[in-house]
């Protein structure tokens, strides 16, 4: 396996609005097999998520009181996004689990962790509910683009 490589794809899968359903496809591009392919981009997409739930509200606590944009900014995320506590309360880690599976842009395990930290989603529940998601909308990503490659030969 070319380490340096298999080293890109996991930084790649790490990467907000990257993730492993983008990594994915260059590990299949750099070579790899599917599998291997698979198993980099969902190592590197979830690598940020426990550092993210577990910091991410001291992180904007932290900016809040040390910038009024900051402070500005948390408070319309948190109030614009409450108005859906009623939908989170009911659905709770299955809508963090659906949110994360759609595979479009702005889905993936960041905003998953940033929604868990909005609606105060437990780390215990978020984290199986993104780490889901996010193996969902790879399969949802990976799957064609195997089926592609083999159809180009």
Same mark, same amino acid.
């Given at each position: 396996?070319?380490?340096? =490589?298999?080293?890109?794809?996991? &930084?790649? *899968?790490? $990467?907000?609005?990257?993730?492993?359903?983008?990594?994915?496809?260059? #590990? /299949?591009?750099?070579?790899?097999?599917?599998?291997?392919?698979?198993?980099?981009?969902?190592?590197?997409?979830?690598?940020?998520?426990?550092?993210?739930?577990?910091?991410?509200?001291?992180?904007?606590?932290?900016?809040?009181?040390?910038?009024?944009?900051? =402070?500005?900014?948390?408070?319309? &995320?948190? *109030?614009? $996004?409450?108005?859906?506590?009623?939908?989170?309360?009911?659905?709770? #880690? /299955?809508?963090?689990?659906?949110?994360?599976?759609?595979?479009?842009?702005?889905?993936?395990?960041?905003?998953?962790?940033?929604?868990?930290?909005?609606?105060?989603?437990?780390?215990?529940?978020?984290?199986?509910?993104?780490?889901?998601?996010?193996?969902? =909308?790879?399969?949802?990503?990976?799957?064609?683009?195997?089926?592609?490659?083999?159809?180009?030969?």
């Amino acid at each position: 396996m070319d380490i340096d =490589a298999a080293l890109i794809v996991i &930084l790649l *899968g790490a $990467t907000p609005f990257f993730e492993a359903r983008y990594a994915i496809p260059v #590990a /299949l591009a750099y070579g790899f097999p599917p599998l291997t392919a698979f198993v980099l981009g969902i190592i590197g997409n979830i690598l940020p998520v426990i550092p993210l739930l577990l910091f991410l509200e001291s992180v904007s606590r932290w900016l809040s009181a040390r910038s009024s944009s900051m =402070a500005d900014f948390f408070g319309w &995320l948190f *109030g614009r $996004t409450r108005k859906y506590d009623v939908m989170v309360n009911r659905w709770g #880690a /299955l809508a963090l689990f659906i949110f994360v599976a759609v595979p479009l842009p702005l889905t993936g395990t960041w905003s998953g962790c940033a929604i868990a930290l909005v609606f105060g989603i437990r780390f215990s529940r978020a984290f199986p509910a993104i780490v889901a998601g996010a193996v969902t =909308a790879a399969l949802i990503t990976t799957i064609p683009t195997i089926g592609v490659l083999n159809f180009l030969g």
